[in-house]
């Protein structure tokens, strides 16, 4: 018995020894089955040495799930102490040292379960008493190397890490030897969790982040930096393009059970600078939730209170004096595709918008849109309530008081984010609203907003194309040619090179339709355009001319004819502006002012508009019959026209060699120079063998005839409305003429003098005939009338003298229904004062 009892003995000696001999290996085992029953996988842990004061670990190599894949993890060269105690579990470990490790992140796909993030796991980490009883004093890991974790750059990120506990309080102090970078971490608690991170760049913490827990019903975020010192902490992992400006703010985190993750944010930087843009101030307020558990239903929601805020925008001639964003709608990942939807009912606003000479007082969009990204490809999908309305508008000259800009019906925009950056606009309708948009003092007013369908609009880096179409039934210009074009269509297409538009349309009530051609190379900034119609303008009586262009520089209306005309513009950056026109009139009939009518106008002219109206070669007018005032009338009026600027800068008509048959006479001028901005002309006609017998067919004087023809000079003075005439002079033109004036009840007496002068006006043979021509521009006529000449009916042979004055009211007497009747009293008593006064008979 003591024999098997001392083998016993000597048995359990040598198994004990054994088994000290290879405890490492026992308890790797027993590590490697407890952390396999504990749900890791390929797990393998080798403990080279054990004792009661320290254990060592060569490998350990574990694999474990987390939310979105795998996490593997691989360990080398761990050394820990604790102290010595009894009880295993109650053993605290003093110091841990790690010389390698390596965490790798492997994804897999997951389906997707829309719900709220779960926080229980946050409220047991926070509450859960965990910092005072963490078994752990001091770790260091001399290398962590992370691999594919999310978020991180491609390669390796090596990390150096050291851990001190004390009860209540731990700090942590993070080396990135491969970037140059550390960071502290610090947490506490004392009323409660307290966390503060501190990112610390070359001069300065780039950022401090504090996180406080209040009274166990939420977490309070507080953080300040600068985003200079950020672009430099992250400029390793990250490579950002200069940045600038401080930033502070703080969110808060309800904690209470079913709360789900929403924060309330309110942050705000100041003079800040982005790449391309120097900001006064930002502020961003709100509320965001987070839902989903998995990286393929994360979603986060925008409040309706959350809203961006932007002050002084300054871009280098673009300044923006404030932005307003509301930003309600949410973020969120479908069938593996991120989208972003905003609410119809945002409100954004830019007040204040100017760059070169382009001002906008207000810019108000209400952003109903969608926004995904599959593929690398942005999808923006903008709904029929969407709409850009801009109030305020200028551009150099041109101005509008309110242009609106929506889709007809939903529409979509794409562009890829890749090299190059390409982009397409789906084929879609939009409508373009004006109000009060013109070049003052041109006013253009559309009834109906324009319709625009666009066929192609792309383009792939800088180069881009578009094919489209423009429509309005109406739009009416004003300003000093006020109309209204009906019926307007067009197209326009081309490429960042050049720009065709062909437009058509009719000005309002006139038959006759506009087409015109544009195009603009935006390259070298040469423009080029034509216009003509396509079908003879035609007037009308109750639809003149000047509904077309109202008022006219000289006051000429046509209300019958045919009307065409073409034209060509162009504009280079050298040589500036410039428009020509041609003019064709045929058959017209119309007025001039209020007073003279006009028939059978045939014009044909070439002017330029631009840079000044002038005529590029004389053109040649035709006109049947001109109807002057009083009854008389031009026919055969013919004259070369041209527009030419004047030394004082103003606009002049000149009319030259106009010839015209006057009372089968010939009138003309060698010039005519008519000043259109103060309507002032002074001229002279020329007037040969007008017939005296058919000036009296227009104002017939009872019981007189007269034969002969005169001819001479009137100079005449123009002043608007006004017409005076000054030392006219008509002279009778060989061989002289006849007068017979037999009143038949005149009531002069036929004795004396007077019965002298009637029986030498029965039958004056004239050779010489003077006439004295005056009018005033109250309407005043004077005639002084000196006849030479032999009366038969009181001695042939002897020379008979007359000298008659009148002075009338031409334009009393045309008004008059007694006109026949006064002439006739006029010149017997005229008569009578000639021969009382003693002149020669």
Same mark, same amino acid.
């Given at each position: 018995?003591?024999?098997?009892?001392?083998?016993?003995?000597?048995?359990?000696?040598v198994a004990?020894?054994?088994?000290?001999?290879?405890r490492?290996?026992?308890?790797?085992?027993?590590?490697?089955s407890?952390?396999?029953?504990?749900?890791?996988?390929?797990?393998?842990?080798?403990?080279?040495?054990?004792?009661?004061?320290?254990?060592?670990?060569?490998?350990?190599?574990?694999t474990?799930?987390?939310?979105?894949?795998?996490?593997?993890?691989?360990?080398s060269?761990?050394?820990?102490?604790?102290?010595p105690?009894?009880?295993?579990?109650?053993?605290?470990?003093?110091?841990v040292?790690?010389?390698?490790?390596?965490?790798?992140?492997?994804?897999?796909a997951?389906?997707?379960?829309?719900?709220?993030?779960?926080?229980?796991?946050?409220?047991?980490?926070?509450?859960?008493?965990?910092l005072?009883?963490?078994?752990?004093?001091?770790?260091?890991?001399?290398?962590?190397?992370?691999?594919?974790?999310p978020?991180?750059?491609p390669g390796?990120?090596?990390v150096?890490?050291?851990?001190?506990?004390?009860?209540?309080?731990?700090?942590a102090?993070?080396?990135?030897p491969?970037i140059?970078?550390?960071?502290?971490?610090?947490?506490?608690?004392?009323?409660?969790?307290?966390?503060?991170?501190?990112l610390?760049?070359?001069?300065?913490?780039a950022?401090?982040l504090?996180l406080q827990?209040?009274?166990g019903?939420?977490?309070?975020?507080?953080?300040?930096?600068n985003?200079?010192?950020v672009?430099?902490?992250?400029?390793?992992?990250?490579?950002?393009?200069?940045?600038?400006?401080?930033?502070?703010?703080?969110?808060?985190?309800?904690?209470a059970?079913?709360?789900?993750?929403?924060?309330?944010?309110?942050?705000?930087?100041?003079?800040?600078?982005?790449?391309?843009?120097?900001?006064?101030?930002?502020?961003?307020?709100?509320?965001?939730?987070?839902?989903?558990?998995?990286?393929?239903d994360?979603g986060?929601?925008?409040?309706?209170?959350?809203?961006?805020e932007?002050?002084?925008?300054?871009?280098?001639?673009?300044?923006i004096?404030?932005?307003s964003?509301?930003?309600?709608?949410?973020?969120?990942?479908?069938?593996?595709?991120w989208?972003?939807?905003?609410?119809?009912?945002?409100?954004w606003?830019?007040t204040?918008l100017?760059?070169?000479?382009?001002?906008?007082?207000?810019?108000?969009?209400?952003?109903?849109?969608?926004?995904?990204l599959?593929?690398?490809?942005?999808?923006?999908?903008?709904?029929?309530?969407?709409?850009v309305?801009?109030?305020?508008?200028?551009?150099?000259?041109?101005r509008a008081?309110?242009?609106?800009?929506y889709?007809?019906?939903?529409?979509?925009?794409l562009?890829?984010?890749?090299?190059?950056?390409?982009?397409?606009?789906?084929?879609?309708?939009?409508?373009?609203?004006?109000?009060?948009?013109g070049?003052?003092?041109?006013q253009?007013?559309?009834?109906?907003?324009?319709?625009?369908?666009i066929d192609?609009?792309?383009?792939?880096?800088?180069?881009?194309?578009?094919?489209?179409?423009?429509?309005?039934?109406?739009?009416?210009?004003?300003?000093?040619?006020?109309?209204?074009?009906?019926?307007?269509?067009?197209?326009?297409?081309?490429?960042?090179?050049?720009?065709?538009?062909?437009?058509?349309?009719?000005?309002?009530l006139l038959?006759?339709?506009?087409?015109?051609?544009?195009d603009?190379?935006?390259?070298?900034?040469?423009?080029?355009?034509e216009f003509?119609t396509?079908?003879?303008?035609?007037?009308?009586?109750?639809?003149?001319?000047?509904?077309?262009?109202t008022?006219?520089?000289?006051?000429?209306?046509?209300?019958?004819?045919?009307?065409?005309l073409?034209?060509?513009?162009?504009?280079?950056?050298?040589?500036?502006?410039?428009?020509?026109?041609?003019?064709?009139?045929?058959?017209?009939?119309?007025?001039?002012?209020?007073g003279?009518?006009?028939? &059978?106008? /045939?014009q044909?002219?070439? =002017?330029? !508009?631009?840079?000044?109206? +002038? @005529? *590029?070669?004389? %053109?040649?007018?035709?006109?049947e019959?001109i109807?002057?005032?009083?009854?008389?009338?031009?026919?055969g009026?013919?004259?070369?026209?041209?527009?030419?600027? &004047?030394? /004082?800068?103003?606009?002049? =008509?000149? !009319?030259?060699?106009?010839? +015209? @048959? *006057?009372?089968? %006479?010939?009138?003309?001028?060698?010039?005519?120079?008519?000043?259109?901005?103060?309507r002032?002309?002074?001229?002279t006609?020329?007037?040969r063998?007008?017939?005296?017998?058919?000036?009296?067919?227009?104002?017939p004087?009872?019981?007189?005839?007269?034969?002969g023809?005169? %001819?001479?000079?009137?100079?005449?003075?123009?002043?608007?409305?006004?017409?005076?005439?000054?030392?006219?002079r008509?002279?009778?033109?060989?061989?002289?003429?006849?007068?017979?004036?037999?009143?038949?009840?005149?009531?002069?007496s036929?004795?004396?003098?007077?019965?002298?002068?009637?029986?030498?006006?029965?039958?004056?043979?004239?050779?010489?005939?003077?006439?004295?021509?005056?009018?005033?521009?109250?309407?005043?006529?004077?005639?002084?009338?000196?006849?030479k000449?032999?009366?038969?009916?009181?001695?042939?042979?002897?020379p008979?003298?007359?000298?008659?004055?009148?002075?009338?009211?031409l334009?009393?007497l045309?008004?008059s229904?007694r006109?026949?009747?006064?002439?006739?009293?006029?010149?017997?008593?005229?008569?009578?004062e000639?021969?009382?006064?003693?002149?020669e008979?």
């Open positions: 018995m003591r024999r098997f009892a001392g083998l016993l003995l000597l048995i359990l000696v004990g020894g054994v088994l000290w001999l290879e490492a290996r026992l308890v790797s085992s027993l590590a490697t407890l952390l396999g029953r504990a749900g890791f996988s390929r797990v393998q842990v080798v403990v080279s040495d054990l004792d009661s004061t320290s254990f060592s670990i060569d490998r350990l190599r574990l474990a799930v987390v939310p979105g894949g795998s996490l593997h993890l691989r360990l060269g761990l050394y820990a102490t604790y102290r105690n009894t009880v295993w579990k109650r053993k605290r470990l003093e110091q040292t790690v010389r390698s490790a390596i965490l790798e992140f492997q994804p897999r997951t389906t997707s379960t829309r719900e709220p993030m779960d926080l229980s796991g946050l409220r047991t980490l926070i509450r859960g008493g965990w005072e009883r963490l078994p752990l004093q001091y770790l260091r890991i001399d290398r962590l190397v992370f691999r594919g974790l978020g991180l750059p390796n990120l090596v150096n890490l050291t851990i001190r506990h004390d009860p209540g309080r731990l700090s102090d993070v080396a990135l491969s140059r970078r550390n960071l502290h971490l610090s947490l506490a608690r004392e009323q409660g969790l307290e966390v503060r991170l501190i610390k760049s070359r001069y300065h913490p950022v401090t504090a827990e209040e009274q019903e939420r977490l309070a975020f507080v953080w300040q930096g985003l200079d010192a672009r430099e902490w992250l400029a390793p992992l990250y490579p950002l393009p200069p940045l600038g400006g401080d930033f502070q703010g703080q969110a808060s985190l309800p904690l059970p079913g709360s789900g993750l929403a924060l309330r944010v309110d942050t705000r930087a100041d003079k800040l600078q982005v790449p391309g843009f120097d900001i006064g101030s930002l502020n961003l307020v709100g509320t965001l939730e987070f839902t989903g558990k998995e990286k393929e994360f986060i929601r925008f409040g309706r209170d959350l809203h961006l932007l002050q002084d925008l300054r871009r280098s001639a673009l300044h004096g404030r932005v964003l509301g930003l309600a709608g949410r973020v969120e990942r479908i069938d593996g595709h989208q972003v939807r905003l609410d119809p009912e945002n409100h606003q830019v204040g100017t760059r070169d000479k382009l001002e906008l007082a207000r810019v108000t969009v209400r952003p109903s849109l969608r926004l995904a599959e593929d690398k490809q942005w999808h923006l999908e903008l709904g029929q309530d969407f709409q309305q801009a109030s305020g508008c200028r551009l150099d000259t041109l008081d309110e242009l609106r800009l889709p007809a019906q939903d529409a979509s925009i562009w890829a984010t890749g090299s190059p950056f390409s982009w397409q606009v789906a084929s879609s309708s939009w409508m373009l609203g004006t109000t009060g948009a070049r003052a003092p041109w253009v007013q559309a009834a109906e907003p324009l319709d625009i369908r192609v609009l792309e383009g792939t880096g800088s180069s881009w194309k578009v094919e489209a179409a423009i429509r309005s039934p109406q739009l009416s210009i004003g300003g000093p040619y006020a109309t209204t074009l009906t019926n307007l269509e067009g197209t326009f297409r081309g490429d960042d090179r050049h720009l065709l538009f062909e437009m058509a349309l009719s000005p309002e038959p006759g339709r506009l087409v015109m051609t544009l603009l190379e935006s390259k070298t900034g040469r423009t080029h355009g003509r396509t079908e003879p303008i035609v007037p009308a009586q109750d639809s003149p001319l000047s509904r077309l262009v008022p006219w520089p000289v006051p000429v209306d046509l209300v019958q004819g045919e009307l065409k073409d034209g060509v513009f162009s504009r280079t950056p050298a040589a500036g502006s410039r428009c020509t026109t041609s003019v064709r009139i045929s058959g017209g009939k119309g007025v001039v002012g209020k003279i009518h006009f028939s &059978g106008l /045939d044909e002219v070439r =002017l330029r !508009l631009v840079p000044g109206p +002038a @005529t *590029l070669r004389p %053109g040649s007018v035709r006109c019959k109807v002057l005032p009083g009854r008389i009338e031009l026919t009026v013919e004259a070369f026209t041209e527009l030419q600027t &004047g030394k /004082d800068g103003g606009l002049e =008509l000149v !009319l030259e060699n106009l010839h +015209a @048959t *006057l009372f089968n %006479g010939l009138i003309t001028t060698p010039r005519i120079t008519y000043v259109l901005d103060n002032s002309a002074d001229f006609l020329t007037l063998h007008l017939d005296l017998e058919e000036i009296l067919k227009v104002y004087v009872s019981d007189l005839q007269v034969r023809r005169v %001819g001479g000079l009137l100079p005449v003075r123009l002043r608007g409305s006004e017409v005076t005439v000054t030392d006219g008509l002279v009778a033109e060989p061989p002289g003429g006849e007068i017979r004036y037999r009143p038949r009840n005149s009531g002069v036929d004795q004396g003098l007077t019965g002298i002068t009637l029986r030498a006006l029965r039958e004056l043979h004239y050779r010489d005939l003077e006439i004295e021509v005056g009018y005033l521009p109250d309407g005043t006529l004077d005639l002084n009338f000196h006849f000449g032999t009366s038969p009916e009181l001695d042939a042979r002897r008979v003298h007359l000298n008659i004055n009148t002075s009338q009211n334009l009393s045309l008004r229904l006109y026949t009747e006064e002439i006739d009293t006029d010149i017997s008593r005229r008569v009578e000639g021969y009382g006064n003693g002149q008979r």
